[in-house]
C-alpha cells in the first residue's frame, strides 16, 4: 500500500480568477426516484489563492431550462433570492496530493446558514498558457450536502413512494482559472 504525500501547493503564486465563460456551478438531486435533476448558476465568481478559495454565486442566476421552475427555487420554498441573494463558499483547508488529487474543507453559506462542507477533486499538473498568452489552471472540486439543513425543505410525495426531491444535493465547481496580471 502507498501512501500519497500532499507535497504541493495547490496553485503557483498568484491570483487566480474563474473564467466564467469557460467554467461551470452546477447541482444535481434524486429527482422522482428515477433520475437525476441538475441545475446551474451562470452568475458566479471565484478566485483562488495558493491554497485558498472562495467564491460565491447569484440566486437570481439559476438556470434549470424551464422559466416557472427557475422562478420556485428563487422562492422562499427554496434559495428565496430576495432575501438571500447569494450563496457563498470559503475554503477553510485545501491539499493537493502529488497525483493532482484534491481533498479539503470549506464553509458555504446558502439562505444565511453557515455549515462546514468536505471536498474532493482534482487539479491541473501546471498551468497551460492559452493563444492569448493567459495562464489557465483547470480546477474541478465537490461536495455532497443536505440541503434541508440550510433550510431548503420543500417536497412533494411521490406517487411510487418516498419524495420528489431527495435531501442530498451534489455541488460541482468546475473552474477554468486564469492568472491575473499584475
Same mark, same amino acid.
Not at 34 to 60: I, M, P, Q, W, Y
Not at 154 to 170: C, M, S
Given at each position: 500500500?502507498?501512501?500519497? /504525500? ?31 435533476? $441538475? ?27 424551464? /422559466? ?14 430576495? $432575501? ?22 470549506? /464553509? ?70 486564469? $492568472? $491575473?496580471?499584475?
Amino acid at each position: 500500500m502507498s501512501v500519497v /504525500e500532499n507535497t504541493k501547493t495547490l496553485a503557483p503564486a498568484g491570483t487566480w480568477a474563474a473564467d466564467p465563460v469557460h467554467s461551470n456551478v452546477s447541482f444535481e438531486v434524486a429527482y422522482a426516484g428515477v433520475n437525476t435533476f $441538475r441545475g446551474s448558476f451562470s452568475d458566479f465568481t471565484a478566485t483562488l489563492e495558493g491554497d485558498s478559495l472562495a467564491g460565491s454565486a447569484k440566486v437570481g442566476s439559476v438556470d434549470v431550462k424551464d /422559466e416557472q421552475l427557475s422562478g420556485h427555487l428563487q422562492a422562499p420554498d427554496f434559495f428565496d433570492a430576495e $432575501r438571500y441573494p447569494e450563496i457563498a463558499f470559503k475554503a477553510t483547508e485545501l491539499t493537493r496530493a502529488a497525483d493532482g488529487t484534491v481533498a479539503g474543507k470549506g /464553509e458555504l453559506t446558502i439562505k444565511g446558514v453557515t455549515l462546514p462542507i468536505t471536498l474532493t477533486g482534482t487539479i491541473s499538473p501546471a498551468p497551460s498558457v492559452d493563444p492569448f498568452g493567459r495562464e489557465r489552471l483547470g480546477l474541478r472540486l465537490e461536495s455532497t450536502v443536505d440541503r434541508t439543513a440550510f433550510g431548503i425543505e420543500w417536497n412533494a410525495p411521490n406517487q411510487g413512494g418516498g419524495n420528489y426531491l431527495g435531501d442530498d444535493v451534489k455541488l460541482i465547481a468546475e473552474l477554468a482559472l486564469v $492568472r $491575473r496580471e499584475g
